[in-house]
Structures are given as C-alpha cells and as structure tokens.
C-alpha cells in the first residue's frame, strides 16, 4: 500500500488525524507508518519534518520506498488512531529555502549560464553548488536583486503529476529520477521562470519567500559553492546583526557609521603600546641580565611571576651576553595565560649539553617540552621556588 503523502497536496497544513498501519524498529529505533502523512521524509537535499505523533516526538522520517516510516523518540503507547501534529515554523523555513532555491537556480542558469549541480539545506543556512569560478560580491548583489524582483512579481508555485512519456516533450528541469522511481512524476513550476521535477515542500506564491539574501562564494569541488538566507532566516539574521551593533555601539560609544574610524584610531594606538612594551620589556630585561650575571657560581637562576616563553628567552639572551661560561636556568608564568614555562641555557662558553638538567628542570614542574645541547625549553606544570629549581638544576 502506497501512503498518502499528504504534505504533497497541502504543505501548509500542520496537524492530522489518522491510523497507524504499521509498527516496527530499526536500528533500535521505534517507528510507525501512517494511512495519511504530513511528515515530509528527508529527501532532495530537503531535511525531514519534526513534530508529535500521538503526542511522542518525531525525531526522524525516512522514505522506504513507497512507505513512509516516522522515527519516534520512544514507543508509542496510544491506540491505532492517533493525532499528528508538525512543527509548522521548521516547514514553513523549510518551504521558502527551497523555493528561493528553485528561483534562483533558474536565474543563474538562464540568465547567466551558472548552472546548480549540487543542494543543501542546513540548520543555518542553504547553500547550492554551480559551475564556473565563485562569483564577485557585486555580481552575487546583482544575482540577489534579480531574485527580489522575481518574488515582488508574486507569482504562483505549482505543482502537478504527469505520465514519464510526457517529460521528454516539456522543458523540464531535471537532474534525474530516484532510483526505482514507478508512476506520475510530480513537477513544481513557477511559470515562466522554472519547470522542476521536485518531490519536496514549497511556498504557494513568491511572495511568501518575502527576502533572499546572498551570503558569500567560495570554491568547491571544481565551481562554487553559493550560501544563501531566505525568509525568517533573513529576518532572523538582521535582528541578530542590530543586536551586535546594538552591543558594539555601548562599548565603543559612538554611532555605527563611526565604527571604522574609531576601530583605525583604537589599532593605531594598541600599535603603539606594543612597541612601548616591548621598548620597556627590552629595558627590563636589560636590568634583569645585569643582576642575574652579577651573581656568582655558574649556575644563574631565577624564578619569576609574569614572564612567559619569550621573556625568559629575551633574558636568558641578555644574560649570556655578559656571563658567555655560565648556564642560565629561568622558570616563569605566564601573566596573561596563567601557564608555567622554563628555559635551561648554556653561554657560548658553557657546557656543551645541557640536557640533563633540562630533564630534571621539567619533571620538577611536570612541564611539557625538551631540547638538545645547549638549550632545553618547555612550558606547562607548576610554577617552582627558586630554592627548588636551582637544586633541580644542580641535581643536589
């Protein structure tokens, strides 16, 4: 028995009351067929429809065929007559992202010789695939307002069955029939615009897709790939930018229009700081190398709270300018980060391999990292004494 798809003759319609015919799992999974559905069943690039059977969620629904098995989120208890209920929002985007789908395949196709060969409708977005390299923004700006234009003309979407024979005599649309595909072909036509051969759920008129926006082109598989918003989803997405200008415009306290011109100054100043930091860190460490060689013994070492990985470099290099024999062994923490870092090092004149007290350095921070001959680095682990980390450097 083939199930009536009710979702073909009416996608707006939202609730049902109709008999179970089958019951069945699979893969663990519990699911009924219906005498009558108005679940639309993943298929074209289209996601499946969500919603209630007999009050249990549907998570799920497949085409088997002819059959149409709904996937629930646990068994059904309810008796053979049961109540369907969709989710009419999740159709309704569902409906505007594949018309705007259709309409604005035929344009690039007709118009501008951009042919689809590939459809994707995502949770965030909708997306097709073209011939040809990824078009500029502004030809993607021009490409939306030819789709505007088309939806403000507010033409009907229909649909209707024909016989296999009649599809070579029409100017079809088509990348093909399903695999098994038996009986009438149904077509989706917006006349005069496109002729598709297309089992999927659409808008009645244009003028319910209300806005198409282009969001960028990027290369895939050998064309384009083309992302677009249709419907809500661009009402959704308009409110969501005014809300970040909205936040933006508190914290940067101006005017949208004077985002660019405050962001510039704001660069240029943050620029100049770091170049006064680093000026100043080079000072500091400057200070820091005097002291640290002025101590005596061959093993120079310090323990300090806001250095990361490249100021204890810079100062380790500072340091064996003026000590060249001696072996600078430095632990510090990041300020910033928070994370632990240390740097073993030998002067010119100094041991040639520094490994082992590298080695013993990094297991006293349980730090990650290692080295050979003259320097051995790493970071990670606890933040030592100094007492502690020149015994671990000494091996005492």
């Given at each position: ?160 069955w024909v016989a296999p024979p009649e599809l070579a005599a029409l100017p079809v649309r088509t990348r093909g029939l399903p695999d098994g595909h038996a009986g009438p072909v149904r077509l989706v036509e917006i006349p005069g615009i496109d002729l598709n051969t297309c089992g999927g759920t659409h808008v009645l008129r244009l003028g319910e897709i209300r806005l198409v926006h282009l969001l960028d082109a990027t290369p895939a598989r050998g064309g384009s790939r083309i992302r677009f918003l249709a419907g809500g989803r661009v009402t959704r997405a308009l409110r ?157």
């Amino acid at each position: 028995m083939t199930d009536r798809k009710i979702f073909l003759e009416d996608p707006g319609r939202s609730e049902a009351t109709t008999t179970i015919v089958e019951r069945g799992t699979e893969d663990g999974r519990f699911w009924v067929r219906l005498a009558e559905t108005i679940f639309y069943p993943e298929g074209g690039g289209q996601p499946a429809d969500r919603g209630t059977i007999g009050g249990v969620a549907v998570v799920d629904v497949q085409a088997r065929g002819p059959r149409v098995l709904h996937f629930l989120e646990r068994s059904l208890d309810a008796g053979e007559v049961v109540r369907c209920l969709l989710d009419a929002e999740r159709r309704l985007d569902h409906r505007q992202q594949h018309t705007a789908q259709h309409l604005l395949t035929a344009i690039l196709q007709d118009r501008h010789g951009l042919p689809t060969t590939s459809f994707h409708l995502g949770e965030r977005y909708t997306a097709i695939e073209v011939e040809g390299a990824p078009p500029s923004p502004e030809r993607l700006r021009a490409f939306e307002d030819e789709v505007e234009a088309e939806i403000r003309r507010d033409l009907p979407v229909e649909t209707r069955w024909v016989a296999p024979p009649e599809l070579a005599a029409l100017p079809v649309r088509t990348r093909g029939l399903p695999d098994g595909h038996a009986g009438p072909v149904r077509l989706v036509e917006i006349p005069g615009i496109d002729l598709n051969t297309c089992g999927g759920t659409h808008v009645l008129r244009l003028g319910e897709i209300r806005l198409v926006h282009l969001l960028d082109a990027t290369p895939a598989r050998g064309g384009s790939r083309i992302r677009f918003l249709a419907g809500g989803r661009v009402t959704r997405a308009l409110r969501d930018a005014r809300a970040v200008e909205e936040s933006l415009k508190a914290r940067i306290g101006t005017a949208p229009e004077a985002f660019a011109e405050v962001l510039d100054r704001w660069q240029g100043e943050r620029k100049r700081l770091e170049k006064r930091v680093r000026l100043l860190e080079g000072e500091l460490a400057a200070l820091q190398a005097e002291s640290l060689a002025s101590r005596s013994g061959s093993w120079l070492v310090r323990a300090i709270e806001d250095a990361g990985p490249d100021r204890l470099r810079t100062l380790a290099k500072a340091t064996l300018a003026l000590r060249p024999d001696a072996v600078v062994v430095l632990a510090g923490r990041d300020e910033a980060s928070g994370e632990a870092a240390f740097l073993v090092q030998s002067g010119p004149t100094g041991p040639e391999d520094v490994a082992a007290p590298g080695e013993r350095v990094r297991a006293l921070m349980g730090a990650k990292g290692g080295g050979r001959g003259r320097v051995v680095q790493g970071r990670g682990g606890s933040f030592p004494t100094e007492a502690a980390l020149r015994a671990a450097a000494e091996g005492s």
